[in-house]
């Protein structure tokens, strides 16, 4: 790069800066009274509402007339992870009750799909309640039952200052089955509520297959088997990834510049089919959900790295997308194409990446023509996605929904949102 033109890339990185750090908490923010919030689900998945926003028109749907509402090339783009019993309870024989909530496993592997599979032991980054009570020194222990077998599980600290908590246990069984004895499946903390038995179905999606989320991929507990059908039947094409949604995605933004804010980091699993089935379809993807369409774009911004030649890794920093100018990034296509030669000289069929990525009003979308998602928290991340994907009319899309009855968060109904470019 020249000397002029790095002066000039140099003043565009200030621009930009300046122009995030001037984006406030309080633009982001709506009125939402809690009867409004959907604290269970339909009986019927497919069911729910489905507002339609294209071309600055809004349009009141129900969900099973998706498929028509949809171009016949479209790939839908799905996230399969599936929410596991991350939630647990220990008694010390003081009678403290102490809960720990499973985030991120550490040792022997941090990759998830893996951890599941793990045997006799592990730690895992836990979040901890009533932690006062839980010293250094104290180890907890209880007995479950797993397949008929009472099994004896014990838990300590790994590290007390990170919440690093080592389990063990006795046998050959995998953790998964230690887990699905153990937990209970951990619901939003804004549903205000106890985890019920039926919640075990109806908070994971149908297509729901591989282990390792405390929180389900919401946008797709609408589908059914005849929805997916009546997609098929239209032309319409699937596609999976899989991203296992932490217990960030329920963090409140605290500081008022929202660029402060820090961005959990997600672990997602890309399969070599998944990149050549975007290539393939590149006019119109539309993924389910916001981790889908985060995970697309981190896709993206991965290719960018291999692209530019500056790593293998894959990991994407919360601000790496901003700012870069156009003649400097690939198009999607070759993006792609860099993902996939990649993929094949290191004879990989799926790719495990982190990301931290923040889409929030200035973000320029690179692979997602339309989302289907949800109604999300006021002041979140997931309103900064929204307002970044369609502009300021989110407002007038909320305040009709909150008009016409639509019911909110993750129990609640549905939207189609074409990108507003």
């Not at 994407?316 to 870069?324: A, C, D």
């Not at 792609?336 to 990649?342: G, V």
């Amino acid at each position: 790069m020249k000397e002029g033109e790095n002066e000039s890339a140099e003043s565009l990185q200030k621009d930009w800066f300046k122009a995030a750090e001037s984006i406030r908490l309080e633009e982001f923010v709506y009125d939402l009274p809690d009867e409004k919030v959907a604290k269970y689900p339909l009986e019927v998945r497919d069911q729910s509402k489905l507002m339609i926003y294209k071309d600055g028109e809004i349009a009141h749907k129900q969900f099973t007339d998706l498929p028509e509402n949809l171009p016949p090339k479209t790939l839908l783009v799905f996230n399969d992870t599936k929410v596991i019993p991350a939630r647990a309870y220990f008694k010390k024989e003081t009678g403290a009750v102490i809960e720990i909530l499973l985030l991120h496993p550490e040792l022997p592997t941090r990759v998830i799909n893996d951890a599941m599979l793990v045997q006799h032991s592990c730690v895992w980054e836990c979040m901890i309640g009533n932690k006062k009570r839980w010293k250094l020194a104290d180890q907890l222990a209880t007995e479950v039952e797993v397949n008929g077998q009472q099994i004896l599980l014990s838990v300590s600290y790994e590290d007390y200052d990170r919440n690093l908590v080592r389990l063990n246990w006795e046998g050959n069984l995998v953790f998964l089955e230690i887990v699905n004895a153990l937990g209970e499946i951990p619901l939003p903390p804004y549903l205000n509520r106890d985890t019920e038995a039926r919640d075990s179905e109806t908070y994971q999606t149908v297509y729901a297959h591989h282990d390792g989320a405390v929180a389900a991929p919401t946008a797709g507990l609408h589908f059914t088997q005849d929805i997916f059908e009546k997609l098929e039947a239209k032309g319409v094409k699937r596609s999976f990834l899989t991203l296992h949604v932490g217990a960030g995605t329920f963090q409140p933004i605290k500081v008022s510049s929202v660029t402060e804010h820090r961005m959990h980091s997600e672990q997602v699993v890309f399969t070599k089919q998944l990149v050549i089935d975007l290539l393939e379809n590149l006019e119109t993807i539309i993924p389910v959900g916001t981790t889908s369409l985060r995970s697309l774009e981190s896709l993206y911004w991965f290719g960018v790295k291999l692209f530019r030649q500056e790593t293998t890794s894959f990991f994407i920093e919360k601000l790496y997308p901003y700012p870069f100018e156009e003649n400097e990034l690939p198009s999607a296509a070759e993006a792609l194409e860099a993902i996939l030669t990649f993929m094949k000289n290191q004879d990989l069929d799926h790719i495990v990446g982190e990301t931290e990525i923040f889409i929030f009003p200035g973000y320029t979308f690179r692979l997602c023509k339309a989302i289907i998602t949800n109604y999300h928290q006021p002041g979140s991340t997931l309103i900064l996605l929204v307002a970044a994907f369609i502009g300021q009319d989110w407002k007038r899309l909320y305040s009709e929904a909150l008009l016409k009855d639509y019911r909110f968060l993750s129990y609640g109904d549905s939207s189609l949102l074409w990108r507003k470019d």
